[in-house]
T-cell receptor
Framework: GQNIDQPTEMTATEGAIVQINCTYQ??????LFWYQQHAGEAPTFLSY????GLEEKGRFSSFLSRSKGYSYLLLKELQMKDSASYLC??????????FGAGTTVTVRA | DGGITQSPKYLFRKEGQNVTLSCEQN?????MYWYRQDPGQGLRLIYY???????QKGDIAEGYSVSREKKESFPLTVTSAQKNPTAFYLC????????????FGSGTQLSVL
């Protein structure tokens, strides 16, 4: 089966940087997604990586290493509104999407 | 505005009762999905549909049923056979079959009375 691991919780201070790691084991690989979900709301798309390297999109960046089965989401200049759960999801060779349990990020003033 | 709408926001089920969760999208997406979200677990796929009048079981289809009579609509019925239905249910859609990024509805919290 597919296995997606990410930390359960992280806490950081407003204005700081936080890095959320995700490791995955899949049969084949067609990409890695990150979604943001505020409590009781819909997850929203943040990023998609299929090639190795870093993709930057404003304050958020996502990195992928296919050989290591590893990705991270980097949140810079943290704001209170960034307090949310961040979901890592890997797409396997059959285009089946598997989600991690999510990392709850709490931003403190 | 285009989007995906789920209703109701909160739903309560009595023992032995079937309940239906609504999901409507006006994004003209071909593919639609139902996920279940439980605390401490990743989203798990219940059913998905890639085209009208066709749908496939996901990883945890037992105790659930769906229909896809219209492109815009993909209702989920939680039957009495589902013994642990309390969860947050998310509907999603995407443009095609390649699992492009998903657009999610705002979810339905189902609880058992």
């Amino acid at each position: 089966g597919q296995n997606i691991d990410q930390p359960t919780e992280m806490t950081a201070t407003e204005g700081a940087i936080v890095q959320i790691n995700c490791t995955y084991q899949t049969s084949g690989f067609n990409g890695l997604f990150w979604y943001q979900q505020h409590a009781g709301e819909a997850p929203t798309f943040l990023s998609y990586n299929v090639l190795d390297g870093l993709e930057e999109k404003g304050r958020f960046s996502s990195f992928l290493s296919r050989s290591k089965g590893y990705s991270y989401l980097l949140l810079k200049e943290l704001q209170m509104k960034d307090s949310a759960s961040y979901l890592c999801a890997a797409l396997n060779g059959d285009y089946k999407l598997s989600f991690g349990a999510g990392t709850t990020v709490t931003v403190r003033a | 505005d285009g989007g995906i709408t789920q209703s109701p926001k909160y739903l309560f089920r009595k023992e032995g009762q079937n309940v239906t969760l609504s999901c409507e999208q006006n994004l003209n997406h071909d593919a639609m999905y139902w996920y279940r979200q439980d605390p401490g677990q990743g989203l798990r796929l219940i059913y998905y549909s890639q085209i009208v009048n066709d749908f496939q079981k996901g990883d945890i289809a037992e105790g659930y049923s769906v229909s896809r009579e219209k492109k815009e609509s993909f209702p989920l019925t939680v039957t009495s056979a589902q013994k642990n239905p309390t969860a947050f249910y998310l509907c999603a859609s995407s443009m095609g079959q390649g699992y492009e990024k998903l657009f999610f509805g705002s979810g339905t919290q189902l609880s058992v009375l």
